[in-house]
RNA sequence: GGGCGCUUAGCUCAGUUGGUAGAGCAACUCUUUUACACAGAGAAGGUCAGGGGUUCGAAUCCCUUAGCGCCCACCA
């Protein structure tokens, strides 16, 4: 008997809540309720991996809906197999992300965030977190994705609170937090520092003007930051200035009258560009920074946190440095020393990634991790690095990836990664803004005089320490500091990590059970911010690697392979696809042939093509329900039917094969291409007769045959396709079998 | 300045270790009491960017040129 659904097309629409809803009542996205129902072996080998959690500033994409996509197939793929599988879910809080779209929510009401005070505006962002966050966890749920939602987490909640306090203090009290006076990127606008990652550099016309300083030509892009410029610096082996040596001094006139610059060698000057001749401006520019500190020089700020010019300027004092530049040219003009200016010059110029604000250098009293610090990493199973022996943290970003403890996918973005740690700076941690988690820090006796230190008592802890008259910092951290921790914040740490069981189920026990986790899939473009944060902290904290394997996803472009953004209008919502053509179906055309690291174009004819492959599927199911009778025990087979059965079983050990290696992009196409071409076009085809006609033995193996080829495809099928897969299935599936969520993975027949 | 990727059928892209080129869409012919027209059968379409090399054999490995794209550095 054919039920009546096979009748009409296949509609998602009937299936997929009404499946979804299935699986989450059986509770088995859990692992613990998989093996007391005895669908994970209690001593099976576990299998786990967290969502990266996404920002609540709104609404999933398409990237998103790409990573669920390959998470829950490898997921649903290790739970068939009889791993103990966990996929954990949650949110970041993505503090200034969040905070500033907050702000400008409140600047369309005309509602300022000083007038709202920290607190009534917490609470309005914490509002909108919430619905964000609710949106966000509906999506994932359309996704089909099989996550575990007993285990859901937040960046800032409570447990990730104390994840954070109790990182913060221990890196604290090894020396590799600081605070210090250092160069940071500080936007002017948002009234917060980023971090280097955080800034995207814009090219723009600029005039370029060559100044007479003394009896030297320098030339600059920004000569208003040059007030301050007091050290002539040069190339040690420059021969057109060896009558110059280091240190030496000369009286010259300069913009508000005449000074003293003091001449200093140093090889970073490129001798081929311009005069071969720069002044340097240490507070507002990274390398003049550098080289300040390598010859201790004087450093003096010139511009305010708010973009105008300090009294330094003397005249200009006060004026924004935009407005500030004109009539600074025009007094250098007039007291000639102005030799030329080149008009076509094209400077980059620093903006904040997250918010369009320009990015001005500042040396700003801030937290900020050391990554080349040594200190004594206590207990070690990162490769290369012993127990009690001394190391950086740079060290122990790179020895993870080196040694093959973690592999990336694909290879190439090692090199990538190996190049962005050895530029790396000191990440400064510290961000002025209120959403986020607020420093463990509280401070006494502060002084209001900056700069001034010597009466101020600090005080570090997970908690407020005892007595009234301390002030906690009012900095928050960078969000990253909080995302570096979710491998293991989200298991217990540092709460249970101490008295986790191995073997033995329950959250309490999951640090011990799925620690390190096996896979981390994330997009390319997040592997610095992200990636390379949680090896720097599972290293440091936990002397581990934080997964072993990271499989990097491309970008989700439209169908011209235009980026897709708000502002062209040209985003896909994954809830409109899925709507219009199923979940199934933009799962396959994600990752059909999308290899890791390769961007992808999603068009719509992609998507269609497997809503079509979906209804093939379903009429397949009919036509074998139609035509067979269920065979309860294997006949002899026809040679026909043999050949059959062993290319299937090919196909179970590619697909299998293949999903171990996670090369997804071709085990769908596979089973796509095994699905249409082989069993509809082919096997289907020729059965036909067979079944038609009078040979009862060739029949009764035909029958057997098709019915065992449709429910190993529906298996194989069931990481990629889950709903429509799970509907067909309970009209399929022999009477003791269970839920194909949890069938175990097809073995060779 | 440094690094990486891409260039395969009209379009969008696969091609895992080198073994006579594949899919989707589009276009062409035929087929509708056929499991499925969200379909089937058939035909058509590519000197795998150009050049050179290794090999019995190269889309695949090496060198080189060109175009497109991305990342990092940040030259004042």
């Given at each position: 008997m054919v039920p009546d659904k096979f009748l009409k097309p296949y509609s998602h629409t009937d299936t997929e809540k009404r499946i979804y809803s299935a699986w989450e009542e059986s509770g088995l996205f859990n692992p613990d309720v998989c093996v007391e129902k005895g669908v994970a072996a209690p001593d099976a080998p576990s299998f786990s991996i967290v969502l990266p959690p996404p920002n609540v500033t709104g609404t999933l994409h398409t990237g998103h809906a790409l990573g669920t996509t390959i998470e829950d197939i490898v997921v649903r793929y290790h739970r068939m197999k009889g791993d103990k599988t966990l996929w954990v879910p949650g949110t970041d809080h993505a503090a200034i992300a969040t905070q500033s779209k907050v702000e400008k929510m409140l600047e369309?009401?005309?509602?300022?965030?000083?007038?709202?005070?920290?607190?009534?505006?917490?609470?309005?962002?914490?509002?909108?977190?919430?619905?964000?966050?609710?949106?966000?966890?509906?999506?994932?749920?359309?996704?089909?994705?099989?996550?575990?939602?007993?285990?859901?987490?937040?960046?800032?909640?409570?447990?990730?609170?104390?994840?954070?306090?109790?990182?913060?203090?221990?890196?604290?009290?090894?020396?590799?937090?600081?605070?210090?006076?250092?160069?940071?990127?500080?936007?002017?606008?948002?009234?917060?520092?980023?971090?280097?990652?955080?800034?995207?550099?814009?090219?723009?016309?600029?005039?370029?003007?060559?100044?007479?300083?003394?009896?030297?030509?320098?030339?600059?892009?920004?000569?208003?930051?040059?007030?301050?410029?007091?050290?002539?610096?040069?190339?040690?082996?420059?021969?057109?200035?060896?009558?110059?040596?280091?240190?030496?001094?000369?009286?010259?006139?300069?913009?508000?009258?005449?000074?003293?610059?003091?001449?200093?060698?140093?090889?970073?000057?490129?001798?081929?560009?311009?005069?071969?001749?720069?002044?340097?401006?240490?507070?507002?520019?990274?390398?003049?920074?550098?080289?300040?500190?390598?010859?201790?020089?004087?450093?003096?700020?010139?511009?305010?946190?708010?973009?105008?010019?300090?009294?330094?300027?003397?005249?200009?004092?006060?004026?924004?440095?935009?407005?500030?530049?004109?009539?600074?040219?025009?007094?250098?003009?007039?007291?000639?020393?102005?030799?030329?200016?080149?008009?076509?010059?094209?400077?980059?110029?620093?903006?904040?990634?997250?918010?369009?604000?320009?990015?001005?250098?500042?040396?700003?009293?801030?937290?900020?991790?050391?990554?080349?610090?040594?200190?004594?990493?206590?207990?070690?199973?990162?490769?290369?690095?012993?127990?009690?022996?001394?190391?950086?943290?740079?060290?122990?970003?790179?020895?993870?990836?080196?040694?093959?403890?973690?592999?990336?996918?694909?290879?190439?973005?090692?090199?990538?990664?190996?190049?962005?740690?050895?530029?790396?700076?000191?990440?400064?941690?510290?961000?002025q803004i209120w959403y986020g988690h607020r420093i463990p820090v509280w401070y006494r006796n502060q002084n209001q005089e900056s700069g001034v230190m010597n009466q101020e008592e600090v005080y570090v802890g997970t908690e407020a320490p005892e007595g009234s008259d301390w002030v906690q910092d009012e900095d928050t951290l960078d969000t990253w500091f909080s995302s570096g921790l979710w491998t293991f914040s989200t298991l217990g740490w540092p709460y249970s990590a101490e008295t986790a069981t191995k073997g033995k189920p329950g959250p309490e026990n999951d640090f011990a059970n799925f620690h390190p986790t096996n896979l981390l899939e994330t997009g390319y473009d997040i592997l610095f911010f992200w990636v390379a944060r949680m090896i720097l902290m599972t290293g440091y904290l936990l002397g581990e690697v934080p997964f072993n394997t990271v499989y990097l996803h491309g970008l989700v472009r439209d169908e011209k392979g235009q980026k897709m953004s708000k502002s062209i209008g040209n985003s896909v919502d994954p809830l409109d696809v899925i709507d219009a053509h199923g979940a199934d179906a933009l799962r396959m055309a994600l990752v059909v042939a999308v290899g890791p690291g390769n961007d992808s174009n999603l068009s719509d004819d992609k998507i269609k093509a497997y809503k079509k492959f979906a209804n093939k599927i379903w009429n397949i199911t009919r036509f074998v329900l139609e035509k067979t009778n269920e065979v309860p025990e294997r006949p002899s087979l026809t040679d026909a039917d043999i050949t059959r059965i062993n290319e299937l079983n090919a196909l179970i050990q590619e697909i299998t094969e293949d999903l171990e290696k996670y090369r997804l992009y071709l085990a769908s196409e596979k089973l796509y291409h095994y699905v249409w071409h082989t069993l509809a076009d082919v096997i289907i085809e020729e059965r036909k007769v067979i079944l038609e006609g009078s040979d009862e033995t060739a029949k009764v193996s035909a029958q057997w045959t098709l019915r065992t080829i449709l429910r190993t495809s529906l298996a194989l099928l069931h990481p990629f396709m889950p709903f429509i897969t799970e509907d067909i299935w309970s009209d399929v599936k022999g009477s003791d079998d269970p839920m194909l969520m949890i069938m175990s993975w097809p073995r060779q027949i």
């Open positions: 369309k009401e005309g509602v300022k965030k000083r007038d709202l005070g920290r607190e009534a505006f917490l609470e309005r962002v914490n509002q909108f977190a919430q619905e964000s966050h609710d949106t966000i966890v509906g999506q994932i749920r359309r996704m089909g994705s099989s996550i575990d939602w007993s285990r859901e987490a937040f960046t800032l909640d409570e447990v990730r609170t104390k994840a954070v306090r109790t990182a913060f203090v221990r890196m604290y009290e090894d020396g590799l937090i600081y605070r210090g006076d250092r160069i940071v990127n500080w936007d002017s606008k948002l009234q917060t520092t980023v971090s280097d990652d955080e800034v995207d550099w814009k090219e723009e016309k600029t005039p370029f003007y060559y100044l007479k300083y003394g009896p030297f030509t320098i030339a600059t892009a920004r000569p208003e930051t040059k007030f301050g410029d007091k050290y002539v610096v040069m190339h040690p082996d420059d021969a057109r200035y060896a009558k110059y040596k280091h240190g030496d001094t000369l009286a010259l006139e300069w913009i508000n009258g005449p000074i003293t610059a003091t001449v200093i060698k140093d090889s970073v000057i490129d001798m081929e560009f311009g005069t071969g001749v720069m002044t340097i401006t240490p507070w507002h520019d990274t390398v003049d920074f550098d080289i300040a500190l390598r010859h201790k020089l004087d450093k003096e700020q010139i511009i305010d946190t708010f973009g105008k010019l300090l009294p330094i300027a003397g005249d200009f004092a006060g004026m924004q440095i935009k407005k500030a530049r004109e009539a600074i040219v025009a007094k250098l003009t007039e007291k000639g020393l102005v030799e030329k200016i080149d008009e076509n010059y094209i400077h980059r110029i620093a903006i904040n990634s997250r918010g369009e604000g320009a990015i001005e250098p500042q040396i700003l009293r801030q937290w900020f991790i050391d990554v080349n610090k040594p200190f004594i990493l206590k207990h070690s199973n990162i490769p290369s690095i012993k127990s009690g022996s001394e190391t950086t943290l740079k060290s122990i970003m790179r020895a993870g990836v080196e040694h093959k403890a973690i592999n990336v996918l694909p290879d190439r973005f090692e090199k990538v990664y190996y190049h962005w740690i050895d530029n790396l700076r000191d990440w400064c941690i510290s961000r």
